[in-house]
Structure formats: C-alpha cells, structure tokens
C-alpha cells in the first residue's frame, strides 16, 4: 500500500495556494474582467487549511484523517472571519470614498485659473472630504477672472460649468459646500 506523507502534502498545498493568492493579488483585475468568482475565499482556505495541517502534523501525534478535519474547521472558521469583517468591510469602504463629478452640482469654489471666454480655467472646491481642484468653464461664455467665488451648475465631459455669484449674494455664502 502506498504511504502519504501528509507533511508534504500540506507543505506542497501551502505554497500552492499562497503563490495563487499573491499571484490573485498582483493580477486580480484581469481575473475579474474575465470571471465573476472571486477565488479569494477559495485560496485562502486552501492556505488556511494546508498550513494549519502542516503546523498540526509536525507538532501533535493525531490521526491524518483529525488532523485533516480540524484544519478544514479551523480553515472554515478563519476565512468565514476574514470574509466578514475584513474583505466585506474594505469593500465597502472603498466604494464609498468614490466622489461622482454630478455630485459637485450646486457647490460653491472659487476661481483659481482665470476663465477665459469660450475657454477653460481652473477652480478650487472646498469639501468635507478635502480640496478638488476642477477644470471649468463658464456657462455663458463669459471672462471670469481668478479669485471670484462661482456656483457649479452642471457637469459636461468631466468639466464643471460654473457661473459667477452675484455679489449681493456673497455675505450669505457658505465657505465651500453646498
């Protein structure tokens, strides 16, 4: 009968599906654009469970088969922990950072590149998560020179329109923000 030697198996497992998660890490976007599952779960239970049965089979006395099965469990219950409260979470979090250009309608900023006529000039828009510099045009094709407040109203082509804001207007003005 043919002996296995469950510590190469585990060890050959361990670098198998650490190489396929690294390589999943540094080359996962073209992964995604061709397949809907993620094999993120999948190798990290593989390593999980090959590494935990390496350690088990090197330091205990055990059966292969009660080692096999207390890796897989401790394999199911890291990578479940993982996936929960620290992929789910990230990606959550990495979505909502995302800033949509329709979302800087009806802010306020301030000219920082004069607006020429028929042109393009910079502004600078103030927000709660931090500073956006946005190239901009007026909407009337006017000159709007640097250091003016304006009011975006529209976005067309990743460009801010913005229009000037009246001066009667300007005491009662929020710094930045809508």
């Not at 190798?43 to 059966?63: D, E, P």
């Not at 009660?66 to 959550?92: D, E």
């Not at 109203?153 to 003005?173: A, E, R």
Request: glycine fraction near 8%; include cysteine; hydrophobic fraction near 50%.
């Amino acid at each position: 009968m043919l002996a296995i030697d469950w510590q190469t198996v585990y060890l050959y497992g361990l670098l198998i599906a650490g190489s396929g998660t690294l390589l999943y890490a540094l080359f996962g976007d073209i992964w995604d654009a061709v397949h809907p599952i993620s094999p993120i779960a999948v190798l990290s239970f593989f390593a999980v469970l090959s590494g935990s049965g390496y350690i088990l089979q090197s330091i205990t006395m055990l059966s292969s088969e009660l080692i096999l099965m207390l890796s897989a469990v401790v394999a199911l219950v890291l990578v479940t922990c993982m996936m929960l409260f620290v992929i789910k979470p990230l990606s959550k979090a990495e979505q909502s950072n995302i800033v949509r250009m329709n979302d800087f309608i009806g802010t306020f900023g301030e000219v920082s590149t004069a607006i020429p006529e028929q042109g393009l000039g910079e502004i600078i828009l103030t927000r709660s998560t931090g500073i956006q510099n946005m190239s901009a045009k007026s909407v009337n094709n006017e000159y709007i020179p640097s250091g003016t407040k304006v009011l975006v109203s529209d976005v067309k082509d990743g460009i801010v329109m913005v229009l000037p804001v009246p001066k009667h207007l300007l005491p009662n003005m929020r710094n930045g923000g809508k």
